[in-house]
């Protein structure tokens, strides 16, 4: 099983995606983890160019740790199970890199100074895609590659249509979904996802009035308590449904033993769940 990491702190975090990626790659490149690191960094302390640190609060780096520890671990237990087509070490690389992208998009520039990035909800993808075209060509990365990397990061659209991104290969595809499925579990899964929500529903808030007649007020959500409500039915109605189908049921390559052994992120997310069901059916019956 899994140990314990504190998603709080990048140089843990980083440590283990170091080592799934020197156990998979024994001869890779050991300044590349660090390196991609020390930019994602730079992106969200305001060091990188003319952008500001992040404001969004939930959002925040610590989101994008929790999605990139969920990928590595996923893709190493794929490899394990020797899938085809075989990962190979660039692909990797580039998903722990678009994973690291994924949500710059809620990044604002200096002299943005209405309201937080949550504001971007609705376009941050565009944004994330768009700042990772920038960043990649300034680095001299390949133009296949750039586009490997957006269309990674397109996966994580809550409405995308998966079958309208053009995957430059199947590989590109199945790393793209493990993506999609991390950012999903490594969220979810976290300790405090329960105590965030409330957070988590002040950017929707804060999208909707930013975005006046594209979204109702308030969001998706009337209020926070109507989000925290609403969360179980999210689980089983659009999460369960998008990893088992859409996402190819890769979350399974996070099972001991593959593929229907304890799957400690699905088990995180359901105590989530139980934690809130538990605490709405004291409101209903004090």
């Known amino acids: 099983m899994h140990e314990p990491i504190d998603t709080k702190d ?31 960094a730079s992106w969200f302390s305001g060091q990188y160019l003319d952008y500001q640190p992040i404001d969004a609060h939930y959002h925040d780096l610590e989101h994008t740790l929790q999605g990139i520890l969920c990928m590595a671990r996923l893709l190493g237990g794929r490899q394990e199970q020797g899938q085809e087509p075989k990962l190979t070490q660039r692909m990797f690389e580039l998903g722990m890199l678009a994973m690291l992208l994924h949500d710059t998009g809620y ?8 309201g937080t990035g949550a504001k971007y909800t609705l376009t941050h993808v565009d944004r994330s895609i768009q700042f990772a075209g920038e960043m990649m060509l300034a680095r001299d990365f ?16 809550v409405n995308v249509k998966l079958d ?6 199947e590989l590109e595809r199945i790393v ?37 007649g594209k979204m109702k007020a308030g969001g998706f959500f009337s209020s926070a308590d109507d989000l925290i409500q609403k969360t179980p ?24 033993p593959y593929p229907d052994g304890p799957n400690p992120y699905v088990e995180r997310i359901e105590a989530n769940v139980a934690r809130i069901r538990s605490e709405l059916a004291k409101r209903t019956n004090p």
Do not use: H
């Open 164 to 169: 309208t991104i053009r995957f430059q290969s």
């Open 10 to 40: 990048p140089s843990q975090v980083e440590a283990e995606v170091q080592r799934v990626y020197l156990k998979l790659f024994p001869q890779g490149d050991g300044n590349y983890i660090p390196m991609v690191f020390q930019w994602a």
């Open 176 to 212: 793209g979904f493990s993506l999609g499925t991390s950012d999903l579990l490594g969220q979810m899964s976290a300790r405090d996802y329960v105590d965030k929500l409330p957070v988590l529903y002040l950017e929707f808030a804060e999208a909707a009035s930013y975005n006046a």
């Open 107 to 114: 990044l604002k520039k200096r002299g943005d100074n209405e």
């Open 142 to 157: 390949l133009i296949e590659e750039v586009l490997a990397v957006q269309n990674m990061i397109r996966c994580t659209g």
């Open 233 to 256: 039915l999210f689980w089983d109605n659009y999460v369960r449904s998008k990893i088992n189908k859409e996402f190819l049921g890769l979350y399974r390559f996070l099972s001991d």
